[in-house]
């Protein structure tokens, strides 16, 4: 029997990764990418007898691949907060799916966990990853309901955001740590404070990427701008590719009844674009998103992995319409 870990590059993926492995340790074969690689199920033709997990990647994207594999007979355990359709029936198929606004990955495999009792389930990796997903409000509760002072809950968010702004690029190659390569170097650790601690783990490496990369932002200004609605064009350059979805992840609480779409220039001719819905109405930026051939992502936070510069402004179109 093969086991496959299937998951987002990001903070929620690899937290919800952590959480479930560090009960269950197994060895298996990671498949993973960028953030906005979501298409990871395609990559895995397991068969009978075998076991996939598949983590915060939207199923209605990985809809052909995973069924190819339930009618191979592989055991799929399934769980994100995307966007799914409809939801196959099958034997093979466990299904943890929730779209609510205010839940990410990392937060259902703590529920998943703790709705099969397992004893030793801790919620610090569920926090850290909604932290990095932008979920402050979710996370912050979970971290009260357990008790965990004010100045540990700030350090689990800037540890959050570090893991998110890791996964953000335009390949491989923009990243300072690929995925795989950090949810290995996180794995030790079942409590991320160790990992923020030990002076011998990459936490500082990750802290100052982050520093040296956020300090761009102060000079990025809005290209478009209504009373609801504010749109940023980032340069073609890595930085840029890297710090686009933290900055959007600012913007939300900074203008919290504005929606914002972040675009990054790209070698293709067009932009890689993120969108966040206000975060005082967090719905409408997958509806927005799906309306162009690569977009897709959930109700407060999406995008399109490549719009053409010729369908700009009927993207600024149909944006301000979205959050009018």
């Not at 060895?27 to 993973?32: A, C, D, F, R, W």
């Not at 466990?94 to 998943?112: E, F, G, R």
């Not at 100045?151 to 689990?156: D, K, V």
Request: aromatic fraction near 8%.
């Amino acid at each position: 029997m093969t086991n496959y870990d299937v998951f987002n590059g990001d903070a929620d993926g690899i937290c919800a990764l952590l959480q479930l492995r560090q009960a269950f340790p197994c060895q298996s074969i990671l498949v993973t990418g960028i953030k906005r690689d979501i298409k990871l199920l395609e990559q895995v033709n397991a068969v009978s007898g075998d076991q996939v997990t598949v983590l915060d990647i939207s199923l209605d994207k990985n809809r052909s691949a995973l069924l190819h594999n339930l009618s191979n007979g592989v055991e799929v355990l399934y769980i994100d907060h995307h966007f799914s359709g409809e939801i196959p029936e099958n034997n093979h198929l466990k299904a943890l799916i929730d779209t609510d606004s205010n839940i990410c990955t990392s937060l259902l495999m703590h529920q998943y966990l703790t709705s099969i009792n397992f004893e030793q389930q801790s919620p610090l990796w569920a926090i850290t990853g909604a932290f990095g997903d932008n979920l402050n409000h979710s996370a912050e509760i979970l971290a009260k309901t357990h008790q965990l002072d004010k100045h540990h809950s700030e350090q689990l968010k800037n540890l959050g955001k570090y893991i998110n702004y890791n996964g953000y690029g335009a390949d491989l190659a923009d990243l300072h740590f690929a995925p795989d390569e950090l949810y290995n170097k996180l794995l030790p650790y079942h409590d991320p404070l160790d990992f923020i601690h030990d002076s011998h783990s990459v936490f500082q490496d990750l802290k100052n990427a982050y520093e040296s990369d956020n300090a761009h932002i102060a000079e990025l200004k809005s290209e478009f701008q209504t009373e609801r609605t504010a749109l940023f064009i980032l340069p073609e350059a890595a930085w840029a590719r890297r710090i686009s979805g933290v900055f959007s992840n600012e913007l939300v609480y900074l203008y919290p009844d504005r929606a914002h779409a972040v675009l990054t220039t790209n070698k293709k001719n067009g932009y890689l674009v993120g969108i966040r819905a206000p975060l005082n109405n967090k719905t409408g930026a997958d509806d927005l998103c799906r309306q162009f051939e690569s977009g897709g992502g959930r109700k407060a936070a999406a995008g399109i992995n490549h719009l053409p510069k010729s369908e700009l402004q009927a993207f600024i179109n149909k944006f301000t319409q979205q959050f009018k």
